[in-house]
C-alpha cells in the first residue's frame, strides 16, 4: 500500500519524522489492520458480556471497554449487534471520548457525532444520567447517528443538525464537557478507507484548519467554567493539530492544556515553517507537549491526535482534573423543567410542536396522567400513552423526563435541557411512539431503551433458538402463550404488544395473539 500513498504526503511526513521513524511510519501501511468493538455498558457489564461473547477479545489499553477482535469475524453480523451490547469501532478512535472524563450526571455536548460511535461511548459513560447533545451539520450523516443511538438504547441524548454558530445562544456556557472530533484531512484513515486518499488530494489541509478554528472557538463559548474540551482528529498534519492548539490557548487564555500521559507526546518541534506559522508564545508552543499522537508505528490502531483543554472555573475552584468535575457537580440540582411551550423548535421531518409538559412535572408518569400538562391547546391526547404504560411498562422509565410532542409524536426530553428556540432538531430526547387515531405505537427506541424486566409483558428467545434470526428477519413466529414471560397478577392477558429480548436483551416489538407473534421488527433494520 506505501506505493499508492500521495507522494505530497510522503515527502511532508518525511520532513516531520526524520528518515529513520519515517521508515518506521511507512512500514505500518503494509501490517495487518486492527478490528476493535465496545462493550455497551449502558446495557450490559463488561463482565456479564465476556462470559458469553462469541468473539476472541483482547483489551485495547486506553479504552475500559474496548476490545480487540481478530480479522475475519463479523461481529456486525450476530444477533447481539441488534440487541446494541457493542459497538464496532477502530481503536484509536476510543481514546477521544475516554480521555473526556464523562461522570454520570455530565451535560455533554459531541459538536461533530456522526456516525455516533463517540457519542454512544458517552452515552455508555452517563448511564442515563444527565444530558448529551449530540450535533452534525451534515444531513445526510445525521440517519446513522440517531440510528446507532437508538440501538444503544440512549434515553438521554438530544439530536440536532446545526451549525454551531447557530447553537451559541441557546448553550451559552452550559455543557460540562465537550467533544470536538473535528473534520480533518483524514490522514489517518489511508489505511483503513483507501479512497481517503484520493479525498485527500482534492482537499486543502488549509481548508480544514479554518474549520476547526471555528469549531474550537464555538465550543469554548458553549463550555461552563471548569468544564473540560476534547479536541481530536484522525490526522497527522501538524497544521490541523498542534498548530490548532497553540492558537487556541494564545486566542483564549481562560484555557489550559490538561497533559496526557498515556500516549506519546505532541510535537513542538512539528510548529515551524513551511507547515506551521512560528509565532505562537512560549506558553502556548510547550503546553502542545502536553497534546497526544497516536500513531499507528507505535501502537495497534490507526492513528489519533488529542488535546484535552480546560476552562478556568470560578474563583476559589481548586486546581486538579478532579476539581473541575467537582465544580460543575451539582448545577443540574437548580434546574426546573420549562414551563414554556418550545413553540419555535423544529423537528426536522417530523410535525410540528403540539404540546409539552408543564413545569417541574415529578415524573414522566406524572406527564401521562395530565399533570402538568400544557392546556387546552393540546391538540394531541396522551391517553393512550398512559394507557400503554400502564399495561406494558413495571417500572418508570420516563421518570425525570419531560414529555414533549411534535404532531403525532411523543418524545422524552431531559428535563434540564434548555428551550431549543430556532434550531433545527432531529430527536428532542428518547422518541417514545406516535399517537395516531386514538391509539398509540411504540417506537423501535422505546423498545431498545427498555431493559427487559421493565416490561410486564416480554419473550425471551435463546441465541440457539432458530427463531431469534427468524425475529430479526422481520418473520412472523409461533410462540406459546406459556413462552410470554408476565406477573399473572400485573398482567392477566398475553395478547398484544410484547417486548422480544434475544438472552433477556431487548431487540424489537411483537404483538401476541392465539400462539402467533406479528413481527413488529423495522424494515430497515432486518437481518439481510
Request: charged share 30%.
Given at each position: 500500500m506505501t506505493k499508492q500513498l500521495p507522494p505530497l504526503f510522503r515527502d511532508k511526513m518525511m520532513d516531520l519524522l526524520g528518515e529513520e521513524e519515517f521508515e518506521q511510519f511507512l512500514a505500518s501501511y503494509d501490517q495487518a489492520r486492527s478490528f476493535g468493538l465496545r462493550v455497551n455498558t449502558g446495557k450490559i457489564a463488561k463482565a456479564d458480556?465476556?462470559?458469553?461473547?462469541?468473539f476472541v477479545l483482547e483489551p485495547v489499553p486506553w479504552a475500559s471497554e474496548g476490545f480487540y477482535y481478530e480479522e475475519g469475524e463479523r461481529p456486525g453480523k450476530h444477533p447481539y449487534y441488534h440487541a446494541g451490547l457493542y459497538y464496532i469501532q477502530e481503536p484509536s478512535a476510543m481514546a477521544p471520548a475516554e480521555l473526556l472524563q464523562v461522570q454520570p450526571g455530565d451535560k455533554v455536548l459531541d459538536l461533530c457525532a456522526a456516525p455516533g460511535g463517540k457519542s454512544t461511548q458517552i452515552a455508555a459513560k452517563l448511564q442515563g444520567e444527565g444530558v448529551l447533545v449530540v450535533n452534525d451539520n451534515h444531513s445526510d450523516r445525521v440517519k446513522a447517528l440517531v440510528k446507532n443511538?437508538?440501538?444503544?438504547?440512549?434515553?438521554?441524548?438530544?439530536?440536532?443538525?446545526?451549525?454551531?454558530e447557530r447553537m451559541l445562544n441557546v448553550f451559552q456556557s452550559y455543557f460540562d464537557k465537550i467533544l470536538i472530533d473535528a473534520p480533518c484531512s483524514g490522514e489517518g484513515m489511508f489505511?483503513?478507507?483507501?479512497?481517503?486518499?484520493?479525498?485527500?488530494?482534492?482537499?486543502?489541509?488549509?481548508?480544514?484548519a479554518g474549520m476547526q478554528r471555528e469549531l474550537l472557538g464555538q465550543a469554548a463559548q458553549m463550555l461552563a467554567p471548569g468544564g473540560t474540551i476534547v479536541y481530536s482528529t484522525c490526522t497527522f498534519s501538524p497544521e490541523e493539530n498542534e498548530a490548532q492548539i497553540a492558537e487556541f490557548l494564545d486566542r483564549h487564555p481562560a484555557f489550559e492544556v490538561v497533559p496526557i500521559e498515556r500516549f506519546e507526546s505532541g510535537r513542538p518541534d512539528f510548529l515551524r515553517e513551511p507547515w506551521c506559522e512560528e509565532d505562537y508564545s512560549t506558553r502556548s508552543r510547550e503546553a502542545v507537549a502536553g497534546t497526544a499522537r497516536l500513531w499507528p508505528h507505535r501502537l495497534r490502531g490507526e492513528g489519533h491526535y488529542v488535546a484535552v483543554l480546560r476552562k478556568a472555573g470560578d474563583a476559589g475552584a481548586e486546581a486538579g482534573a478532579g476539581a473541575a468535575v467537582n465544580a460543575v457537580a451539582g448545577r443540574d440540582a437548580g434546574l426546573k423543567a420549562s414551563a414554556k411551550r418550545d413553540a419555535g423548535l423544529r423537528a426536522g421531518a417530523d410535525a410540528d410542536?403540539?404540546?409539552?409538559?408543564?413545569?417541574?412535572?415529578?415524573?414522566?408518569?406524572?406527564?401521562?396522567?395530565?399533570?402538568?400538562?400544557?392546556?387546552t391547546d393540546s391538540r394531541v391526547s396522551l391517553e393512550p400513552l398512559q394507557a400503554f404504560e400502564d399495561e406494558l411498562l413495571r417500572s418508570e422509565p420516563f421518570a425525570d423526563l419531560r414529555l414533549v410532542c411534535y404532531g403525532e409524536h411523543a418524545y422524552a426530553s431531559p428535563a434540564s435541557l434548555p428551550e431549543l428556540h430556532g434550531l433545527k432538531v432531529v430527536r428532542p430526547g428518547w422518541y417514545i411512539g406516535a399517537l395516531h387515531r386514538g391509539r398509540f405505537e411504540?417506537?423501535?427506541?422505546?423498545?431498545?431503551?427498555?431493559?427487559?424486566?421493565e416490561a410486564k409483558r416480554?419473550?425471551?428467545?435463546?441465541l440457539s433458538d432458530e427463531r431469534a434470526l427468524r425475529y430479526l428477519k422481520g418473520e412472523t413466529l409461533e410462540v406459546a402463550e406459556s413462552e410470554i414471560i408476565r406477573d399473572p397478577?400485573?398482567?392477566?392477558?398475553?395478547k398484544g404488544y410484547c417486548l422480544v429480548c434475544i438472552d433477556g436483551h431487548p431487540v424489537g416489538w411483537g404483538k401476541w395473539l392465539d400462539g402467533m407473534l406479528k413481527n413488529e421488527y423495522p424494515p430497515g433494520w432486518r437481518w439481510t
Open positions: 458480556f465476556l462470559d458469553k461473547s462469541p443511538l437508538e440501538i444503544f438504547g440512549v434515553r438521554n441524548a438530544v439530536v440536532l443538525n446545526e451549525r454551531p489505511r483503513k478507507e483507501e479512497d481517503m486518499m484520493l479525498q485527500w488530494e482534492r482537499h486543502t489541509v488549509q481548508e480544514f410542536f403540539v404540546s409539552a409538559s408543564g413545569a417541574g412535572p415529578r415524573s414522566g408518569r406524572d406527564a401521562l396522567r395530565g399533570k402538568g400538562r400544557a392546556g411504540p417506537s423501535h427506541a422505546l423498545a431498545m431503551g427498555l431493559r427487559m424486566l416480554a419473550l425471551s428467545l435463546d397478577e400485573v398482567t392477566k392477558a398475553a
